[in-house]
Nanobody, 128 residues
């Protein structure tokens, strides 16, 4: 079991930046980790994921703007979000899977495998 807690959400104008953090209650070494989001009235979607080997994957709409990273010493996952757009408005969730069900983080982003642990989310609102 691992507890996940997101922080860093907020309200910014279009073109701005935010950095989300996800603090884990224990080491997530060898876990798969990911960021997901859910906009009002829309299904949850994967945003970015990092596999146990450190490889990353992103959904197309955030490539070049978002960066997922992790600090294993701090048991923390990050999502740096730049050039934010109104369509990025959503509740953002951190999630973890152990054991990691796939070597391909893209399959986590696109929902082919379920994550085992979820945070409660942090709200990101982008205004134009």
């Amino acid at each position: 079991q691992v507890q996940l807690m997101e922080s860093g959400g907020g309200s910014v104008r279009s073109g701005g930046s935010l950095r989300l953090s996800c603090a884990a209650s224990r080491s997530t070494y060898n876990y798969c980790m990911g960021w997901f989001r859910q906009a009002p009235g829309a299904p949850r979607e994967g945003v970015a994921a990092v596999g146990s080997d450190g490889r990353t994957s992103y959904r197309d709409s955030v490539k070049g703007r978002f960066t997922i990273s992790q600090d294993n010493a701090k048991n923390t996952l990050y999502l740096q979000m730049n050039n934010l757009k109104s369509e990025d408005t959503a509740m953002y969730y951190c999630a973890a899977a152990s054991p990691c069900p796939t070597t391909e983080p893209g399959l986590l982003v696109h929902g082919y495998y379920a994550m085992d642990f979820w945070g409660k989310g942090t709200l990101v609102t982008i205004s134009s």
